[in-house]
């Protein structure tokens, strides 16, 4: 049943007279932190959370709280202002609903819990210190806890959880099983779908985080840039841009993947590393130190780029093969096999080289 239906039900129960009741105001009133009264409840039948003659939490009016359903307040909770509690709701505690929110199906909203404007409902549950406002709307299975905040229009759904300090907020999605925590922050229109955000992270922009991807400590998604499969983002790294990341790849570090980049397989990309453009990088490929993989360029296989080294152009570079130093391939060269390119040298133009070759300034 839709919530307007047990609005509606409600509204006939009322009009069918006080036996159809199942509470009543006493005469215990409270105050609210913006100075309003509420009165405290009691109930006239036994429900899901209450006995009948036992005392519950308080309500600004009877259009808090549906008399149709087992929708219950209880202990020192309050329900005020425009706020409305239906179907088989459950707010506890010292929670606190109020402005125009709106809760329904099996949701609960307990401890110190603030919920204002926002919506609650299915199975979802609002606990501790968490808060929910604005816009906002958590449902599906989805839990908010400890001293998260969700706001503006943002929604959790699914099996998802907000927990510590984290905030999600603006258009941002989180739903699957995704966790959001720590001081994670997850804004603008960044969606979230599985995978653990925590620490001091941030996802924002137009970024994509799935699957079982982590992304912790001071890093940042933003953008439009995707991360996916059992990708890592952590330390201080950046993923920007259109950049996508996935497999088990991990940037980390200093590092930062941008532009068009495409990253995939077990790349590592780390220290203070920069992959962008329009770049390809696969497979093993390890890319650390200052080094640079830029443009078209395509690294793949076991190859390690690293030291101040630079990788442009349409250049390839794969197998095993070293590029280190202040070393350079360029153009549309290709290294492979087991090739070592270090010092100053420059491998550029159509220039191929393979084998076991070493090239030094």
Not at 298 to 316: D, E, I, L, M
């Amino acid at each position: 049943m839709h919530n307007n239906d047990w609005v509606n039900l409600d509204q006939n129960v009322r009009k069918r007279g006080l036996d159809m009741r199942k509470y009543k105001l006493t005469e215990e009133t409270s105050v609210t932190p913006d100075g309003g009264i509420v009165t405290r409840i009691q109930a006239l039948t036994d429900l899901d959370g209450a006995k009948a003659g036992e005392l519950g939490g308080f309500i600004e009016d009877e259009g808090n709280l549906v008399h149709s359903g087992n929708a219950w307040v209880s202990g020192n909770a309050k329900v005020f202002g425009g706020a409305k509690v239906s179907e088989d709701v459950l707010v506890c505690g010292n929670a606190q609903v109020y402005g125009d929110a709106s809760l329904w199906g099996h949701a609960v909203v307990s401890g110190n819990a603030i919920v204002h404007g926002a919506r609650v409902y299915d199975n979802a549950r609002v606990e501790d210190n968490a808060k929910v406002s604005g816009d906002a709307i958590v449902y599906g299975s989805a839990r908010v806890c400890d001293n998260a905040h969700v706001y503006g229009n943002a929604e959790v759904l699914g099996d998802s959880v907000v927990d510590g300090d984290a905030k999600v907020c603006d258009t941002a999605i989180v739903f699957g099983d995704a966790s959001v925590g720590g001081n994670a922050y997850v804004r603008g229109s960044a969606q979230v779908c599985g995978g653990s955000i925590y620490g001091n992270a941030v996802v924002s922009g137009d970024a994509k985080v799935s699957h079982n991807v982590e992304v912790y400590g001071d890093s940042v998604v933003e953008g439009a840039a995707q991360v996916w499969d059992n990708a890592r983002v952590f330390g201080n790294a950046r993923v920007s841009g259109d950049a996508q990341v996935y497999g088990t790849a991990a940037v980390y570090g200093q590092a930062w993947v941008h532009g068009s980049a495409f990253i995939d397989g077990e790349v590592e990309v780390y220290d203070n590393a920069s992959v962008f453009g329009e770049s390809r990088v696969r497979d093993k490929v390890k890319v650390f130190g200052k080094s640079r993989v830029l443009d078209g360029a395509s690294v793949r296989g076991s190859v390690k780029v690293y030291g101040n080294a630079r990788v442009s152009g349409t250049s390839k570079v794969s197998g095993d093969a070293h590029v280190c130093g202040a070393a350079r391939v360029f153009g549309n060269a290709e290294v492979s096999d087991n090739v070592q390119v270090f010092g100053t040298a420059l491998v550029g133009g159509d220039l191929k080289m393979e084998g076991d070759t070493k090239l030094s300034s």
